[in-house]
């Protein structure tokens, strides 16, 4: 059961996306929330559309999870698509239907802004299907680093997430086990009404939650026993090393959000 | 203070809660020397894991002294002292804290603050000390009870302590993780690499150790070699333990009237004894 | 109720591209009364193998009949329920499940899910605690208060009040110091022979295996490798090695003394007591001579 869950949705792979510094992929993220905001012709999202796919060629993946990595969201641009469509009315009339109008505009519109949905989701996932968890929460830590200076609990964040992430196929393993022992016992996890379905959670909870208070504890005594007494004086195993891939990455995008800012009418 | 004394536990008392009538552990003394290996065995209850976790301070006695290597044990003291001491804990998964082999062995480094490039070396140097070496990227889960115990071994050696605690480590594997966990312990303290002490209440293992200390209801019932514990032979059974297959069946033969001489730890002692009997017959 | 095992097979994640087989050809017949033990390595579907009996589990070829019910590749099982109350399943760790505010009602659960009236239920579970050897003062305290030990008591008298007419246990000494595992065993024994409850113990204790069972299921890699009375298996010379097996003490030392001495008993010896009167007998023959 465990191999089947990719836990964080990450695909094994050795392309030059895979290979970039997490810092440089979530750095993207950022930036890229405001680039899609110059965009406003056909022009400039075509760009951004380029860009978009040269990073999903690049990455490797195959297409099927980039698609899968929509699917939350196809309802919201959609809704979002027909928002515009029915709400916007300059330009041309292109269809009248009734009790609706689609304006040229209402489309236009419609398609630009469901598409900044779409290239925002669409490098979001690339991103996450490149990066392990570990490494998004190494790339986290680092960046967050100078708001050590402001009291952040940076390390204690970084290393709360980072523990919790060993532990969900431990978890997993055991909530398995729970419901197995509950429903020999005569609990039904599917069927009957809601009511009881609902009362199932019981039994399965409170054993899961005493037990994660026991691995907490027996943890917490074993990181103690080795040693461990917050982050100060720590030094760390994992490095991220940053390369030249890395600015590069930096300086397309300030390319980017400059070509657009070019191109925007 | 002699050399060869890593540790100095005197009079020892403590009590988990403070008005508990029967303390956890009741005015317990005892030494361990270096490179040997000591058994400290006793039901569940009996406050042998008390009794290991007072020596890196996890607990702190409510009376008497502890003494690691020239080290009082205090609070102030308790870091300098735990990196005298390594401890392995009974639950594999619950001290696997890394996200991969490596990770978690490399733990105990960061948290003394050893340089970058020495971690490396030490983390490499200790996973193949304990055979893993193929499973430096794995994640816990792929790996069985077994391994884990010997990542988490791989974890102390890396610290290099002079001391490493077994604290039940091998109650929750199957025959075979018992077997490895014990055999790679067995290895390195042969090639004087660590003083062990393992906290056990399987009397096999035990059998094996240079000492075996026996604790009951808090405090120390008895003191001495394998051979020499297991004479009190129904006493211990009272007690909560057993004895070793073959020492057993000594007692047993002797009892029975057979011209035996010897208690046996080991099957082939026993079997060699009986064979020379039978042959002057 | 007897309990026939034919063919069977289970692949998980069928039709995935993690699908994994891990039993087949598994062929067993498990007689009302008996109390058979089914040892293997870790990985050799033991555990798969045991989640078929009560139906947490469907074969994907083959069927299991466990009394009037059938489990059958394919088909649906519509009695899953009643299955679960006459087949009761100790599960390793078993105090892992424990939840209930109260012992009492911990116990009181399962006879509850499958229909008994919470009166009842209640009586039986009183009765329960006492079998399994605690004091009924801890009725109504909360089963986190006790130590491990304890609550693995109560866990599996939780398991007894469902009235099973089959009890699997798997690994039922897990973790106990040596005391805690006879009276365990011992309890389950005395239990087996007072109601004649059909009993499987899924172990890797060969100890335990040559001790209590009737029958042994030899488990290796995913399929049934021997099955036999601990002496018909033990009396096979080479073959439980080859399954990742280790022999009992007993037999192991057997075997060294019949090397050394060059001499044969005339079946395997089981346990310790047996042992030492076979040597006795040994030596006092040639006494007599």
Same mark, same amino acid.
């Given at each position: 059961m465990?191999d089947?869950?990719i836990?964080?949705?990450y695909v ?15 750095l993207?993220i950022?930036?890229?929330?405001f680039i899609?905001?110059f965009a406003?012709?056909?022009e400039?999202y075509?760009?951004?559309?380029l860009?978009?796919?040269?990073a ?7 297409v ?10 196809f309802?919201?641009v ?6 515009h469509i029915?709400?916007?009315r300059?330009g041309p009339?292109l ?9 040229e505009?209402?489309?236009? &519109?419609?398609?630009f802004i469901s598409l900044?949905f779409?290239?925002?989701i669409m490098?979001?996932?690339?991103? !996450?299907?490149?990066t392990t968890?570990i490494e998004?929460?190494d790339?986290l830590?680092h960046l967050l680093?100078?708001f050590?200076k402001l ?5 204690e964040l970084a290393?709360m ?11 997993l *393993?055991?909530?398995?086990?729970i419901m197995k ?9 599917t069927?009957?009404p809601v009511? *009881?379905r609902v009362?199932a959670?019981v ?6 939650f005493?037990s994660?208070?026991?691995r907490a504890?027996?943890l917490?005594?074993?990181?103690e026993a080795?040693?461990?007494r917050?982050g100060?004086?720590?030094?760390k195993?994992r &490095? ?6 890395d600015?590069?990455v930096?300086l397309i995008l300030?390319g ?5 800012i070019l191109?925007?009418? | 203070m002699n @050399? ?9 008392t403590?009590?988990?809660?403070k ?6 552990l009741d005015?317990?003394?005892f030494q361990v020397?270096k ?6 065995v006793g039901?569940n209850?009996?406050?042998?894991s ?5 020596l890196?301070?996890?607990i702190?006695p %409510?009376e008497g ?6 080290i009082q044990l205090?609070?102030e !003291?308790?870091w300098?002292?735990?990196? =005298?001491i390594?401890?392995?804990f009974q ?6 804290v890394?996200?991969?082999?490596r990770?978690?062995?490399?733990f #105990?480094?960061e948290?003394?603050?050893v ?8 983390v490499?140097?200790?996973? @193949?000390?304990?055979n893993?070496q193929?499973?430096l990227?794995? *994640?816990?889960?792929h790996l069985?009870g ?8 791989? #974890?102390?050696?890396a610290a290099?302590?002079d001391?490493m605690?077994l604290?039940?480590?091998?109650s929750m594997?199957?025959p075979?993780?018992?077997?490895e966990?014990? %055999? ?5 303290? %042969? @090639?004087g690499m660590?003083t062990?002490?393992s906290?056990?209440h ?7 150790a240079?000492?075996?200390?026996v604790?009951?209801g808090g405090r120390?019932?008895?003191?001495g070699? +394998?051979?020499?514990v297991?004479r009190?032979?129904q006493?211990?059974i009272k007690?909560?333990l ?6 057993q069946l000594?007692?047993m033969?002797k ?10 730890l080991? @099957?082939?002692g026993?079997?060699n004894e009986?064979?020379?009997?039978k042959s002057?017959? | 109720m007897?309990i026939?095992?034919?063919d ?6 069928? =039709?995935?591209p993690?699908?994994?087989l891990?039993?087949?050809d598994?062929n ?14 870790t ?7 045991l ?9 994907? =070829?083959?069927q299991?009949r466990l009394? #009037?019910?059938v489990?059958?590749a394919?088909?649906?099982?519509k ?11 100790v599960?390793?760790f +078993?105090?892992?499940q424990?939840?209930? *505010? ?7 659960f399962?006879p509850i899910?499958?229909?008994m009236?919470r009166?009842?239920?209640?009586e039986?579970?009183?009765e ?6 605690l004091d ?7 089963p986190?208060?006790l ?12 398991v ?8 699997v246990?798997?690994e039922?000494?897990?973790?106990l110091d040596?005391?805690?595992? /006879?009276e365990?065993m011992d309890?389950?024994y005395?239990?087996? =022979?007072?109601r004649?409850?059909t ?6 204790s060969m ?15 995913g399929?049934?490798k $021997?099955?036999?009375t601990?002496?018909?298996l033990?009396?096979?010379?080479? %073959?439980?090695? $080859?399954?990742?097996l280790?022999l +009992?003490?007993?037999i192991k030392?057997?075997?060294r003394l019949?090397?050394?001495? #060059?001499i ?6 089981l346990t310790i007591e047996?042992?030492?009167s076979?040597? /006795?007998a040994?030596? &006092?023959?040639e006494?007599a001579?």
């Amino acid at each position: 059961m465990m191999d089947n869950i990719i836990i964080g949705k990450y695909v094994p792979g050795t392309s030059i996306i895979h290979r970039l510094d997490p810092r440089t992929k979530l750095l993207t993220i950022f930036l890229f929330v405001f680039i899609v905001f110059f965009a406003n012709n056909t022009e400039t999202y075509a760009l951004l559309g380029l860009f978009t796919v040269a990073a999903a060629a690049l990455s490797g993946v195959p297409v099927r999870f980039l698609l899968k990595g929509m699917k939350p969201v196809f309802w919201i641009v959609l809704f979002t698509f027909l928002l515009h469509i029915f709400m916007t009315r300059e330009g041309p009339l292109l269809a009248d239907l009734g009790l609706f109008k689609i304006y040229e505009q209402g489309l236009v &519109q419609g398609i630009f802004i469901s598409l900044r949905f779409v290239y925002l989701i669409m490098i979001t996932t690339i991103l !996450t299907l490149t990066t392990t968890p570990i490494e998004v929460t190494d790339g986290l830590e680092h960046l967050l680093g100078p708001f050590k200076k402001l009291k952040l609990p940076v390390h204690e964040l970084a290393l709360m997430m980072s523990i919790s992430l060993r532990f969900i196929p431990t978890l997993l *393993e055991e909530t398995d086990k729970i419901m197995k022992a509950q429903m020999a016992r005569g609990v039904d996890f599917t069927n009957g009404p809601v009511k *009881e379905r609902v009362k199932a959670i019981v039994p399965l909870l409170v054993p899961l939650f005493v037990s994660a208070f026991k691995r907490a504890e027996e943890l917490a005594t074993a990181m103690e026993a080795r040693g461990y007494r917050g982050g100060e004086g720590r030094t760390k195993y994992r &490095q991220l090393t940053w390369k030249w891939k890395d600015t590069s990455v930096l300086l397309i995008l300030a390319g980017l959000g400059v070509l657009l800012i070019l191109l925007r009418t | 203070m002699n @050399q060869d004394r890593l540790i100095a536990a005197e009079d020892i008392t403590f009590r988990y809660q403070k008005d508990a009538d029967r303390p956890a552990l009741d005015h317990v003394s005892f030494q361990v020397s270096k490179g040997e290996w000591l058994a400290i065995v006793g039901h569940n209850g009996s406050g042998k894991s008390t009794l290991a976790r007072a020596l890196n301070g996890l607990i702190l006695p %409510d009376e008497g002294s502890i003494d690691v290597g020239g080290i009082q044990l205090m609070e102030e !003291t308790v870091w300098d002292v735990r990196k =005298k001491i390594g401890m392995v804990f009974q639950n594999p998964d619950n001290q696997f804290v890394g996200t991969t082999v490596r990770d978690d062995v490399a733990f #105990g480094l960061e948290n003394n603050g050893v340089p970058r490039e020495d971690m490396v070396e030490r983390v490499d140097w200790a996973v @193949q000390q304990v055979n893993m070496q193929e499973f430096l990227d794995q *994640e816990p889960h792929h790996l069985s009870g077994g391994q884990k115990q010997r990542v988490a071994i791989a #974890g102390v050696l890396a610290a290099r302590p002079d001391i490493m605690i077994l604290d039940e480590a091998t109650s929750m594997l199957d025959p075979m993780g018992r077997e490895e966990v014990l %055999d790679t312990v067995r290895r390195l303290k %042969d @090639q004087g690499m660590v003083t062990v002490i393992s906290i056990t209440h399987d009397l096999n293992e035990a059998a094996k150790a240079d000492r075996i200390i026996v604790m009951n209801g808090g405090r120390k019932f008895a003191e001495g070699t +394998p051979q020499e514990v297991f004479r009190l032979n129904q006493d211990l059974i009272k007690i909560g333990l057993d004895l070793p297959f073959s020492f057993q069946l000594s007692q047993m033969l002797k009892e029975s009237g057979l011209a035996l001489k010897g208690d046996h730890l080991t @099957q082939e002692g026993l079997v060699n004894e009986l064979w020379t009997l039978k042959s002057k017959m | 109720m007897d309990i026939e095992i034919k063919d069977v097979e289970h692949r998980y994640q069928m =039709k995935t591209p993690f699908e994994r087989l891990a039993i087949y050809d598994v062929n067993a017949v498990i007689k009302e009364g008996s109390y058979v033990a089914v040892i293997g390595h870790t990985g050799s579907g033991k555990s798969t193998l045991l989640q078929h009996l009560n139906g947490l589990l469907k074969p994907t =070829k083959g069927q299991i009949r466990l009394g #009037g019910d059938v489990l059958e590749a394919g088909k649906k099982n519509k009695h899953l329920k009643a299955l679960r109350k006459k087949v009761g399943i100790v599960f390793q760790f +078993p105090e892992h499940q424990l939840f209930e *505010e109260t012992i009492l009602k911990d116990i009181s659960f399962g006879p509850i899910n499958f229909g008994m009236s919470r009166e009842k239920a209640e009586e039986k579970a009183r009765e329960m605690l006492k079998l399994v050897g605690l004091d009924e003062e801890l009725s109504d305290r909360s089963p986190f208060e006790l130590s491990g030990g304890q609550m693995r008591r109560v866990a599996i008298a939780g398991v007894l009040a469902m009235e099973p007419e089959v009890l699997v246990l798997d690994e039922p000494t897990a973790g106990l110091d040596p005391r805690g595992r /006879k009276e365990i065993m011992d309890m389950f024994y005395s239990l087996h =022979k007072q109601r004649n409850l059909t009993t499987i113990l899924v172990t890797h204790s060969m100890e335990d295996a040559a001790a209590y069972a009737d029958e042994l299921i030899v488990m290796h890699k995913g399929t049934v490798k $021997a099955k036999g009375t601990p002496r018909e298996l033990f009396s096979r010379k080479d %073959d439980i090695a $080859a399954f990742g097996l280790d022999l +009992p003490e007993t037999i192991k030392f057997q075997k060294r003394l019949e090397e050394t001495l #060059g001499i044969t008993f005339k079946a395997p010896i089981l346990t310790i007591e047996e042992a030492a009167s076979e040597i /006795k007998a040994l030596f &006092q023959e040639e006494n007599a001579l």
